[in-house]
């Protein structure tokens, strides 16, 4: 070695130091490459298998949206008790089929149809309706893209795109099942939402998807040479896979694989899984990805899984590995530089990519606030695709920002809708047609609340509040809601009953004191009646008692028949006294028959505002419940007060008719005295005929004393009868102050102001006639005992 030139040296150095080096460095590369080639093939199988299932997610998550918007179209009907347009029925469904080529059909079904449609068959479009009648058509697509209306089967619990979302309360999807369209079996899933009214659950709307269109786009993915997609849904049922035949099919009948079975038990619970299982097309132990992902925050998932032979993916690493062995040293340095250049470029450009997606990704799971775009400035497939998936990053951002804004901003309208303010509007929009669709409904429906209702219902419960303290001076100021209004006349109607309630008890009260004065007069005259006529009885008596001693002593009968003919006189005065007094009782009864009319009037008066005071309660509905039990007690009240007044006016007539009787007796006396007067002058003259005319006097005396005898009873009666009426008017007078009371415990308008009707009866000339008619019979009476005294 020392022997040769340093160029030698160099060159052996260099020569073994190359083949050392080179060695080793094929070595290295060849595993480095191998290697690495396996962990980008892997990265790029999970990359492909994320993005496929976000498309599929989204596709699921629009098909959500669509029917939750349709099914909050009927409940905003049924909470507005609108019908809904068939024919806008039919538009709105083909609409959203032309809009969602993936959505096969469109359908709803409700218990009771008629909330929404009327229950009458078209015998045009028959297929329209169930074989119950009901209005539900199935619009479909065709396989030609045309679209097809056919009848769909009524409401019931037993099909599972009902009976899911009403066990689940969610939206919910179904597993996969066959129905037959347009005559041909279809392996279809539907997404059905549930429908409800006052919390009660009244049907379903949704949507089908045909497995054929997942299918067909997942089958067009292209994963190397042989590899594969498939999909499963949360049950274990493929929805996608190359091999037809297992469509719709369990995992566990098509494989026992552990680590498939393993696979899905995870995706359950959202994690996503690596593992190896046998290829069931080609036989041949592949690799696979499972990537669960979750559609419309239900908490279903579904698993995107990528299937490729461990050969295809590891093809590129086990060609440079050869290829780097059979060029040998020659182009083993140009394999390594280009090899490691290569490799730079290759993971620099994927490491951007992958590096954008998951800030994108992050954005998207609001990890942080913006997604960062992918910084690749070659014009290769790696600009290309990196240009592709920043113009989707900047749309999409673009879109959650605005609706981010807009949730904010429904967010800020529903704070104030549950304060009860109804005047407020979401003003912000966005993009999204079905956000901004769901934004105008909402508008739409506080601006018909606060029209139908109020602005601000804790001002209408304020003034309810008030009303159940019975204060109805309040009223709900400044609102043109409907409700509002009604309240404010409903108090309006209370005041005005309330004020006529008061006065027309101040009525009563005033007409209920005159009728017990009236009644205090007449059982006066009726115990002077009655005192009068005992006496009269007795003077009777003894004038009968004189004639028969006239008669047994004839010669006595001369000298007596002066103070006879005084006597007589006497009985005639007081007769006429009677007369007078029954005259008296006649005009009182007259008085008490006009105060019964007057509160028979009120009663009437008082039952019809009580009969418009119900009907308004129940208008009011369940604010006025507190209102209709006042009523109704008004009602009673006036009820009572017409049935005292009839019962007083059948007494009262009763009176005027044994008055009336009592008049015709005394001027039957009367004449019975003029008689007696005729017989005393024949006495005088005809003193021989003394003895005939004693007997018939004795007999005249006799009808007399009996006439007297029944005017007495009669006077008696009339005693009773006006006690009866004290006691009545009494009650009337009760019920008048309990009117008055009742009235005064309401606090409103007017009520101070609120006087008594004037009734226009002259007191103060029944008073006076009624002293001087006590003074002229107190002095007959004394003047017909100082003549029987003196008989």
């Not at 102050?737 to 309401?746: F, R």
Request: charged content about 25%.
């Amino acid at each position: 070695m020392s022997k040769l030139n340093f160029g030698t040296k160099l060159l052996l150095i260099l020569i073994s130091a190359s083949i050392i080096s080179l060695g080793t460095m094929i070595f290295v590369i060849s595993s480095y490459s191998y290697s690495n080639s396996e962990n980008d093939a892997k990265n790029y199988i999970s990359e492909l298998t994320k993005k496929n299932a976000v498309e599929i997610k989204s596709t699921l998550d629009k098909a959500i949206i669509i029917a939750n918007s349709f099914a909050s179209k009927y409940e905003s009907a049924a909470k507005h008790n609108e019908k809904v347009s068939k024919k806008a029925t039919i538009s709105y469904s083909k609409s959203v089929l032309e809009d969602n080529p993936f959505i096969l059909g469109i359908w709803f079904s409700f218990k009771d149809n008629s909330m929404f449609y009327e229950k009458n068959l078209d015998e045009v479009n028959p297929h329209f309706y169930t074989k119950k009648g009901a209005f539900q058509p199935y619009v479909v697509r065709n396989s030609d893209g045309s679209f097809t209306i056919e009848p769909s089967d009524d409401y019931s619990l037993d099909f599972p795109w009902i009976n899911l979302p009403y066990k689940n309360k969610r939206v919910s999807i179904t597993k996969p099942y066959k129905f037959k369209i347009d005559g041909k079996e279809v392996l279809m899933t539907t997404i059905s939402s549930p429908v409800y009214y006052n919390n009660e659950f009244i049907g379903a709307v949704g949507v089908d998807f045909s497995l054929d269109f997942f299918n067909k786009n997942i089958s067009s993915i292209k994963l190397f040479k042989t590899g594969y997609c498939s999909v499963m849904d949360s049950y274990g049922k493929i929805i996608s896979h190359p091999n037809v035949k297992a469509l719709g099919k369990s995992m566990n009948e098509i494989t026992s694989n552990k680590s498939i079975l393993k696979s899905l038990e995870l995706t359950k619970e959202g994690k996503d899984n690596i593992f190896s299982a046998e290829n069931l097309k080609t036989g041949e132990i592949s690799h696979s990805y499972s990537y669960p992902f979750e559609f419309g925050n239900t908490g279903t998932y579904w698993t995107f899984i990528s299937t490729v032979p461990e050969e295809e993916y590891l093809e590129e690493a086990i060609f440079i590995r050869n290829f780097s062995i059979g060029f040998g040293l020659v182009v083993l340095l140009v394999i390594i530089v280009v090899v490691l250049y290569s490799i730079r470029i290759l993971n620099k450009n994927l490491t951007s990519i992958k590096e954008g997606l998951l800030s994108f990704f992050s954005f998207l799971n609001k990890d942080s606030k913006d997604a960062q775009l992918i910084k690749i400035d070659s014009e290769d497939e790696f600009g290309q695709m990196a240009k592709v998936i920043n113009e989707n990053i900047e749309k999409t951002e673009s879109l959650i920002i605005q609706d981010n804004i807009l949730i904010e901003d429904v967010k800020r309208v529903v704070n104030e809708v549950k304060e009860g303010r109804f005047n407020k509007k979401i003003e912000k929009s966005t993009d999204n047609e079905s956000l901004e669709e769901l934004k105008n409904t909402f508008n739409e429906m506080l601006e018909t609340t606060k029209k139908n209702v109020c602005e601000d219902i804790n001002k209408l419960t304020e003034v309810l509040d008030d009303f159940s303290k019975l204060n109805f001076r309040t009223r709900v100021k400044n609102d043109k809601g409907n409700v509002a209004v009604g309240v404010n006349n409903l108090a309006d109607i209370i005041t005005k009953m309330l004020i006529e309630n008061k006065e027309n008890g101040l009525t009563l009260d005033e007409s209920s004191n005159i009728l017990l004065k009236n009644v205090d007069k007449l059982n006066i005259s009726s115990n002077e009646a009655a005192t009068s006529l005992e006496e009269t009885a007795a003077a009777l008596e003894q004038i009968t008692s004189n004639i028969r001693s006239n008669t047994e002593n004839i010669a006595k009968m001369a000298n007596y028949a002066n103070d006879v003919t005084k006597s007589a006189k006497n009985g005639e005065n007081l007769a006429n006294q009677t007369t007078m007094s029954m005259d008296e009782i006649n005009g009182q009864v007259n008085a008490i028959n006009e105060a019964i009319t007057v509160i028979d009037q009120i009663a009437f008066q008082t039952n019809i505002l009580s009969l418009n005071a119900a009907v308004e309660a129940a208008t009011a509905g369940e604010a006025g419940k507190g209102f209709a039990v006042v009523a109704q007690e008004v009602r009673n009240l006036a009820s009572r007060s017409a049935e005292a007044a009839k019962e007083i006016k059948e007494l009262v007539e009763t009176a005027t008719n044994k008055a009336n009787q009592g008049k015709s007796i005394a001027s039957n006396m009367i004449e019975g005295y003029k008689e007696l007067n005729e017989n005393i002058h024949q006495t005088k003259n005809l003193i021989e005929d003394i003895e005939m005319s004693s007997k018939e006097q004795l007999n005249g005396i006799e009808q007399i004393n009996t006439a007297v005898n029944q005017l007495d009873q009669q006077t008696q009666q009339n005693a009773a009868v006006a006690s009866q009426t004290q006691n009545i008017a009494t009650l009337t007078d009760d019920i008048a102050k309990l009117i008055v009371t009742n009235a005064d415990e309401k606090e409103f308008e007017g009520k101070q102001s609120v006087k008594a009707k004037d009734i226009n009866i002259d007191k103060n000339s029944s008073n006076s006639n009624k002293k001087e008619e006590k003074k002229q019979s107190r002095s007959e009476n004394n003047k017909e005992q100082e003549t029987w005294e003196s008989f």
